[in-house]
C-alpha cells in the first residue's frame, strides 16, 4: 500500500523566488490565482498597518487608478482627490480623510490627497487641515503635534463658517498671510528698539 501511495504522489519541482505557486489541487484555477503584480519580496499590504512600514516597501507607483480629480493648487500644493478605499485596501488601512506627503512618504511631494468618500461640505475643511498639518511637520513638528494644531485650526474654520466655501477658503488664507506676516513684522520690530 505504501508502494501505492507514493506513486501517486507526484513529484513537485522547487517553487523558485521569483515565480508563485497560482495553483492549490482541486481548486478552481481562477479562485487562487496570485494578483500579476505580487511580489514576494513586499508582505500584502492588507497586513501592513504601520505607516512606515508600508512607506519602506511601497510607493503610489505602485497602485494604478489611485487618482480621481486634481481639484487645483493650494498654497503651491497639488490637491488630488483619490479613490480612498483603494488606498485602504492596498496602501494603508487606517487612511482617512485625507493626507499629506510630510505624514505619508507614499504621498508624492508636494502633494495633498483627499479621500473621495466624503462629502462636498467636508472638501475644504479636510484641505485646510491637511495644508496646516503638513506647513508644521515640515517646520519639523511630530505628526502627533501637527494633528492636534491642525484639528483646532479645523475647528476654527468650522465655528466661523460662512455659507459659502469660496469665503471660507479667502477668509483662511487671509488669516494666514496676515498671521505670517505678524511673524515677520514683530522681530523686526524689536530689533529697531533702542537700547536703554
Known amino acids: 500500500n505504501n508502494n501505492q501511495q507514493n506513486s501517486e504522489v507526484k513529484e513537485e519541482k522547487p517553487v523558485p523566488k521569483t515565480e508563485i505557486k497560482t495553483e492549490i489541487k482541486g481548486a478552481p484555477k481562477e479562485a487562487v490565482k496570485a494578483p500579476?503584480?505580487?511580489?514576494?519580496?513586499?508582505?500584502?499590504?492588507?497586513l501592513v498597518r504601520d505607516s512606515q512600514k508600508?512607506?519602506?516597501?511601497?510607493?503610489?507607483?505602485?497602485?494604478?487608478?489611485?487618482?480621481?480629480l486634481k481639484i487645483g493648487k493650494r498654497r503651491g500644493l497639488d490637491i488630488w482627490i483619490v479613490d480612498g478605499a483603494k488606498v485602504r485596501k492596498e496602501l494603508y488601512?487606517?487612511?482617512?480623510?485625507?493626507?499629506?506627503?510630510?505624514?505619508?512618504k507614499f504621498i508624492p511631494d508636494g502633494e495633498i490627497w483627499i479621500d473621495?468618500?466624503?462629502s462636498v461640505e467636508e472638501l475644504e475643511f479636510t484641505i485646510i487641515h491637511e495644508i496646516f498639518e503638513r506647513e508644521l511637520m515640515k517646520q519639523g513638528m511630530t505628526y502627533t503635534k501637527a494633528h492636534e494644531l491642525a484639528a483646532q485650526e479645523?475647528?476654527?474654520a468650522r465655528i466661523n463658517k460662512t455659507?459659502?466655501?469660496?469665503?471660507?477658503?479667502?477668509?483662511?488664507?487671509?488669516?494666514?498671510?496676515?498671521?505670517?506676516e505678524q511673524e515677520i513684522i514683530k522681530p523686526k520690530a524689536e530689533e529697531q528698539k533702542p537700547a536703554v
Open 54 to 68: 508600508v512607506e519602506k516597501a511601497y510607493s503610489h507607483s505602485d497602485l494604478e487608478g489611485i487618482y480621481r
Open 36 to 46: 500579476e503584480n505580487f511580489s514576494l519580496n513586499k508582505p500584502p499590504l492588507a
Open 116 to 118: 473621495n468618500s466624503i
Open 154 to 156: 479645523e475647528l476654527k
Open 163 to 180: 455659507d459659502s466655501i469660496d469665503d471660507l477658503r479667502a477668509r483662511w488664507y487671509k488669516l494666514q498671510e496676515s498671521s505670517k
Open 93 to 104: 488601512i487606517d487612511f482617512v480623510l485625507g493626507g499629506n506627503d510630510q505624514r505619508y
